[in-house]
């Protein structure tokens, strides 16, 4: 296996990384509802698609706690 001939220093390791960056995505407003989602993908609250429905969304039930 191979090994280095010299040491890199920190400031030339640290270049290299600099691209290693995670970005934040582009969102884009539903045209159906209103909320954001990424582009080119169905919402994931209504389940519409370019102005068709592609997928049906089944809507959360909030449980009401009874104490007793």
């Known amino acids: 296996m191979a090994?280095?001939?010299?040491?890199?220093?920190?400031?030339r390791r640290d270049k290299k990384k600099t691209h290693k960056k995670l970005s934040v995505c582009?969102?884009?407003k539903c045209k159906h509802?209103?909320?954001?989602?990424?582009?080119?993908?169905v919402c994931p609250y209504c389940g519409y698609y370019r102005g068709k429905q592609?997928?049906?969304i089944k809507?959360?039930?909030k449980e009401?706690?009874?104490e007793s």
């Not at 090994?3 to 400031?11: M, Y």
């Not at 209103?34 to 582009?39: D, T």
């Open 33 to 41: 509802c209103g909320r954001m989602k990424k582009p080119h993908a």
């Open 3 to 11: 090994l280095p001939k010299r040491k890199i220093s920190k400031a």
């Open 26 to 28: 582009s969102l884009s």
């Open 59 to 61: 809507e959360k039930k």
């Open 54 to 56: 592609v997928i049906e």
């Open 64 to 66: 009401s706690k009874k």
